[in-house]
Nanobody, 122 residues
């Protein structure tokens, strides 16, 4: 069984930065693709970024390209989302996900964390 635990969320001013972390508890981490999604109140969960098992391929939503960077440390079984130049519209609950293939669609991912709140004040 895989457990994913996000951390690093919080309150930040617009233009600031946060780094989210997601710790993966399972043996499959070295072969799992990892993704980050966010969800605004009353809306569907949306893709933010994803990284392949090797780290060699990354995907980003257009809204975060050039501002967010996804990375992974396979030795620590952790994936990161560095968020810079934050905007008020980045305010959401951020979820970490793991699955066998990298993709934009949430259905590719089999395991999900509980989420961490990011609030950007303007």
């Amino acid at each position: 069984q895989v457990q994913l635990v996000e951390s690093g969320g919080g309150l930040v001013q617009a233009g600031g930065s946060l780094r989210l972390s997601c710790a993966h508890s399972g043996r499959t981490f070295p072969s799992d693709a990892m993704g980050w999604f966010h969800q605004h109140p009353g809306k569907e969960r949306e893709f933010v970024a994803a990284i392949s098992w090797s780290g060699g391929t990354t995907y980003y939503a257009d809204s975060v390209k050039g501002r967010f960077t996804i990375s992974r440390d396979n030795a620590k079984k952790t994936v990161y989302l560095q968020m810079n130049s934050l905007k008020s519209e980045d305010t959401a609950v951020y979820y970490c996900a793991a699955g066998p293939y990298i993709g934009y669609n949430s259905r590719v991912y089999h395991y999900w964390g509980q989420g961490t709140q990011v609030t950007v004040s303007s």
